[in-house]
């Protein structure tokens, strides 16, 4: 055996073991972000804090964003924002739903659906690469219903804060075609700000004439793996074509908040130059601050 080799061979075991301790850390750290998002014209949103976190996909055996959700207890913000994907196993519903009961926030939890959430899949199911039973949504709302956290499954809730009442409204995953913008905003009648939970920022697209202050949404993971070099052919599963991953971005007009994320696709359970992240966003009125 040539030196050559025996070098070559060491710098090939050390470079995979190098890549396998990177991905499962960028897969298992959370980074907690803030941001300061500038909402125009809804001074009732001014000052407000809104932890928002998307696509969870607890399922075993990949329970890490259990953990994850531990780490941001002792964060109280004025409301959370969960932007679907809660889970990938039914059989873990239960424990997602407690864990997520054990968060404090002031105003309140606000959940909206992913398509994880309707075509949950048994283990063996995953592995035939088959689509699981469709969940009523319902399963999810009475769950969270008895932990005093609301489902917004097309439906929206007035929110009294400290500068004024708000709406938080809640779209059905857009990803499979299940959102409805009119019965969304049924119940918003009168003329206070609205924040709209989406699980895919596409449905920014449909928005039209229906007030929209500020959109949350997910179901990118960031793009999840991150080739450095190929950042802009990060795959996001959208229609729209956006401008980053995830993160603060504005579009159709519209300021939209989209989240890396905390868990994985169970296709490819793991992350690389994505870690999950949960971000605290501080909302400002330009025109409030400069008064
Ligand atoms: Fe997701």
Redo the contacts with the bound molecule.
Sequence with gaps: MGVEYIVITIIAVLGFTTLVITVLRHTHTLVIDEVRILVPNASELHGLQILHIS?L?ISSPHTWPLKALDCIQSIKPDIIAITG?LTTSPEMLDCTVKAIGRLTARLGIFVSL?N?DHWQRSRLQHLLGLTGRFVHPKQIENKMEKRAIETLVNGSVLVNGANGNFYVAGLDDPYLGLDNYDKTYEMIKSDHPVILLSHSPDAIADVSSHRCDLMLS??T?GGQIRIPMLHGRTFTNTKMVLPRPYGLMVLNGTPVHVSA?IGT?SELPLRFNCPPRATILNIVDPRVETI
């Design positions: 696509d996909h994907d992913g994880h997910g179901h993971h994320g696709s």
